[in-house]
């Protein structure tokens, strides 16, 4: 007796490569909403160069490097020490090399901008963008960062820390603050920015590297000459949410009052 047919569709042949999540993802979505979830395709040539300026951060800087790692992003990490004193440099030196590191010295402290002016130019990026290493910033924000240099649609991304509420709620006098020099520095420049003091700026490598030669502050004047000469070169600015973990003095931030009263200065002298 003949056996019945099954009605059981045969399986699809096996593939070697499972399908990249940004595919699988559009065929259910549109292109607005993968957009808005920060999903696309990388270009086979793109490269981040992450910035890192280090000073006296000998608990946290290993941990920096390994959570940028962990972005599986195609990654190139510049780290230049600021003349630590702390264990830091000795901690940096007893790592082993990996062609994804390039760590640079300073035998003195010279300042959060003198760093990062040694780090632009090293970079050979695509994009560059600044990693401060006491884990304040979550570097899995990158890809939602980077996305709109990657789409054509911006050359800087400003990432703001307050852009959105999922966070945890910062003094008041911080907040203050911060939309005081903000809203100073949109009148210098023209632009609307809701955060110019944050350290995650993105920019495309090549324009970071015409303006570096021109940059003078050592400290953390730099975030306000970097955004008024951006925006002077005629940079088209972008702006994303990020998640921000702020700590306190007690656990190592450098940034105080004087910082402030050197932004106004530097307001007003370029």
Request: aromatic share 8%; with cysteine; hydrophobic share 35%.
């Amino acid at each position: 007796m003949q056996e019945p047919q099954s009605e059981v569709s045969p399986a699809p042949p096996a593939t070697d490569r499972p399908q990249p999540l940004h595919e699988l993802m559009g065929m259910a979505l549109t292109d607005d909403v993968r957009r808005r979830l920060g999903i696309y395709a990388l270009p086979s040539d793109f490269r981040l160069s992450v910035i890192i300026p280090v000073f006296n951060e000998v608990s946290t800087v290993v941990r920096v490097i390994e959570r940028v790692r962990r972005t599986q992003l195609p990654l190139e990490i510049i780290l230049v020490d600021d003349g630590s004193r702390d264990g830091t440099r000795e901690k940096l030196e007893s790592l082993p090399r990996a062609d994804d590191l390039h760590v640079i010295y300073h035998e003195q402290n010279r300042g959060k901008g003198a760093a990062l002016r040694t780090g632009f130019a090293h970079a050979s990026g695509t994009a560059v963008v600044v990693q401060d290493a006491d884990l304040e910033y979550d570097p899995d924000d990158f890809r939602f960062l980077i996305q709109p240099i990657v789409e054509g649609h911006a050359d800087v991304v400003y990432g703001t820390r307050y852009g959105h509420h999922d966070r945890p709620v910062p003094p008041l006098w911080h907040v203050l603050v911060n939309r005081w020099i903000t809203r100073l520095a949109n009148l210098r420049t023209g632009l609307y920015l809701s955060d110019v003091e944050t350290c995650y700026k993105v920019m495309r490598r090549e324009l970071i590297q015409r303006i570096a030669p021109t940059l003078r502050e050592n400290r953390f004047g730099i975030e306000i000459e970097l955004t008024i000469k951006l925006a002077r070169c005629g940079a088209r600015f972008y702006e994303r949410p990020i998640r921000y973990d702020r700590r306190g003095f007690d656990e190592g931030k450098k940034i105080g009052w004087r910082d402030g009263v050197r932004a106004m200065y530097c307001l007003l002298r370029y």
